[in-house]
């Protein structure tokens, strides 16, 4: 499968521990997004990469939150000392930013958090 | 404000049927429009998207009309089958690579 994957799909942890979270991109796509997606609503956006680069990151990314894409291939999301509402799925996409479609993002399985 | 909406949060309609799925945007600086498929416990599937400078894009059983003029987005699916049961979100891109995402509608197709 050459799909964009996420691990682990599934995540249980209890209020206070840390997190982290791994995507693997569609390989060769040199863009990388993490998006947050509660029950019945759109994904947001969190933040995106091109390639090592750190391009953007929205305001829902609080200080606890930190995303990381090393060597531009894989990106890991790291949440420190989880809430209740972090409760939610975590979704990654990828693009390959300079072909004319370059606007298609195609996401992976998500991971889905339950903070109890 | 940035936001795009849906007009309807469930659609139900009968096998073969069309199905017709509605979406508002209120950035008329958005140049480009997106439509994902999202089954239960999976992460959103392109379907088909659209430029700001287009106003209709056809793919295989699916059309997006974008009317730029009320800020309307719609997906038209041709022959609904089971298949096609899923939640559906509108996004726009405003060439900063965001995509924002509205809240879904959710089609359910009967027999």
């Known amino acids: 499968d050459t799909g964009v994957s996420q691990d682990p799909r599934h995540k249980i942890t209890k209020r206070g521990q840390n997190v982290t979270f791994r995507c693997d991109p569609i390989s060769e796509h040199n863009r990388l997004y993490w998006y947050r997606q509660t029950l019945g609503q759109g994904p947001e956006f969190l933040t995106y990469?091109?390639?090592?680069?750190?391009?953007?990151k929205s305001r829902l990314l609080s200080d606890r939150f930190s995303a990381e894409r090393p060597k531009g291939s894989f990106s890991t999301l790291e949440i420190q000392r989880t809430e209740q509402g972090d409760s939610a799925m975590y979704l990654c996409?990828?693009?390959?930013?300079?072909?004319?479609?370059?606007?298609?993002?195609?996401f992976g399985p998500g991971t889905r958090l339950t903070v109890t | 404000g940035e936001s795009v909406g849906l007009h309807l949060p469930t659609l139900s309609v009968q096998e073969g049927d069309n199905s017709i799925i509605n979406c508002a945007y209120s950035?008329?600086?958005?140049?480009?429009f997106i439509w994902y498929k999202q089954e239960s416990g999976k992460g959103p599937q392109f379907i088909i998207d659209i430029r700001s400078n287009m106003d209709k894009r056809q793919g295989q059983r699916v059309t997006v009309l974008l009317n730029k003029t009320v800020k309307h987005l719609s997906l038209q699916i041709a022959a609904t089958q089971p298949g096609d049961s899923a939640v559906y979100f509108c996004?726009?891109?405003?060439?900063?690579?965001?995509?924002?995402f509205g809240t879904g509608t959710r089609l359910q197709v009967f027999p």
């Open positions: 996004a726009e891109n405003k060439n900063t690579d965001k995509l924002i």
């Open positions: 950035n008329s600086a958005s140049d480009y």
């Open positions: 990469f091109q390639n090592e680069a750190q391009l953007e």
């Open positions: 996409a990828s693009s390959q930013r300079d072909r004319p479609s370059s606007y298609e993002q195609y």
